[in-house]
């Protein structure tokens, strides 16, 4: 089945730092790739769509140049988090979707931001 | 505007018991209608979707258009059933195509 990985799983960085999250579909190609964040016990808010060579979609309220995300491939996407602080820890999760518009997701980055 | 509405946040049943997951949406268009669970410490997978007209692990959901819901159902629970579900809806046209709807998730938890 279709597979996404994530990597890092989980990352400890300094407030002020910037981290960088990828996201690959490592046996299809992903013509759309979403990104989430997920808080302790709620559900999954979506941050923003990205196709593959084109501008991310931002969903409001998520700052583009705080989140910043690119699809330079249909198999990779990144999502940065620049000048990270404290309350951007939290869960990221990507998802991947190519041809058949399904869904698959990734196991999720936990970020600590102290 | 489009919404997901799971009103359990936890739902508890005994093992072999019956089990219902309430999920309710509003949208406009022509939705498609997903559960999604998630174990303990896995990622978010795929149940099923409401074209497919499957069993997935003996949960069936069938979409009532007149009631707007999309009811999650099992005739005998699993202690293996444990885990988070969530309903989501797809939107179908315009800047929002493709995108989920995330219900806030039903807890299951099947007690021995």
């Known amino acids: 089945g279709a597979v996404v990985s994530q990597h890092p799983s989980w990352v400890i960085c300094k407030s002020g730092t910037s981290v960088k999250i990828e996201c690959r579909s490592l046996?299809?190609?992903?013509?759309?790739m979403f990104w989430y964040r997920q808080f302790p016990k709620q559900s999954l808010m979506l941050m923003a769509t990205?196709?593959?060579?084109?501008?991310?979609?931002?969903e409001q309220g998520v700052e583009k140049d705080k989140f910043l995300i690119n699809h330079a491939s249909l198999t990779l996407s990144t999502l940065t988090v620049t000048s990270a602080h404290p309350e951007d820890s939290s869960f990221y999760i990507c998802s991947a979707s190519g041809r058949a518009e399904t869904q698959y997701f990734g196991p999720g980055t936990r970020l600590l931001v102290l | 505007a489009q919404r997901v509405t799971q009103p359990e946040k936890l739902l508890s049943v005994f093992k072999g018991a019956p089990v219902e997951l309430k999920c309710n949406y509003s949208y406009s268009g022509s939705p498609e209608l997903f559960w999604y669970v998630q174990y303990s410490r896995q990622r978010l997978q795929l149940l099923l979707r409401?074209?497919s007209r499957e069993s997935i692990k003996g949960f069936t959901a069938d979409l009532n258009k007149g009631e707007t819901s999309f009811h999650l159902k099992k005739p005998f629970a699993q202690e293996e059933d444990s885990a988070m579900y969530y309903c989501?809806?797809?939107?179908?046209?315009?800047?929002?195509?493709?995108?989920?709807?995330f219900g806030r998730g039903t807890q299951l938890t099947v007690w021995p």
């Open positions: 409401h074209i």
């Open positions: 046996d299809f190609q992903a013509t759309t």
């Open positions: 989501a809806l797809r939107a179908d046209r315009g800047s929002t195509l493709g995108r989920l709807y």
């Open positions: 990205s196709n593959e060579g084109s501008k991310a979609t931002y």
